[in-house]
């Protein structure tokens, strides 16, 4: 796949934000070769196009695979395994946030809530210290409940919600 000289900022840009959100920075650039194409590339097309090594492209794409945000097609008449990225950039979000609360989130909710049942009859822990770790828990399942509710919502609906921003504020009486 030829790269246009834009497509090859935005692949290298996606590439370094990769590495900030924790993720390698091939693996990002594979999804942001994957993002843009119009059509969906063999390993051998993302080797070439991103001039990496064949056993990182292999690894990279079942990473993401693993995060759900690319997967296996096939093309008639070709037997390799094609790969296509989620395009819709909204259900991409979606899909990252998601992976992120079960890999994230939901172990930090688990070992939060060990930490308060044995912080029950813990009589070395300081109270104070308790109380921190009792405020963390309750933050993280006040975030996750809000996170399974707007989950729910219907995208056009959240949409109208994010624009409304710090005006919401008006709608619920606060200023």
């Known amino acids: 796949m030829k790269l246009t000289p834009i497509m090859q900022k935005f692949i290298l840009h996606w590439g370094e934000m990769g590495t900030r959100w924790g993720v390698n920075r091939t693996v ?5 070769l994957l993002y843009l194409s119009p059509q969906p590339l063999h390993a051998e097309e993302i080797v070439e196009t991103l001039e990496v090594a064949r056993s990182n492209v292999s690894t990279s794409l079942k ?3 693993g995060w759900h945000l ?4 096939h093309v008639m008449g070709d ?4 790969f296509e990225s ?7 979000f979606m899909v990252i946030v998601e992976q992120r609360k079960q890999r994230e989130i939901d172990p930090t909710l688990t070992m939060l809530r060990s930490c308060v049942l044995e ?6 822990t300081p109270a104070e210290i308790k109380q921190r770790i009792s405020a963390s828990l309750e ?6 409940g809000w996170y399974e509710q707007m989950r729910t919502v219907p995208q056009p609906t959240l949409l109208k919600l994010m624009k409304l921003g710090a005006r ?3 709608l619920l009486g606060r200023k």
């Open 119 to 124: 912080g029950e009859a813990d009589k070395q």
């Open 63 to 65: 990473e993401l695979q």
């Open 28 to 32: 990002a650039q594979i999804h942001a």
């Open 86 to 92: 989620v395009k819709d950039m909204w259900e991409m």
């Open 79 to 82: 037997r390799r395994d094609h």
């Open 168 to 170: 919401i504020t008006a």
């Open 139 to 144: 933050f993280m399942e006040t975030l996750t």
């Open 70 to 73: 690319v997967k296996i097609v």
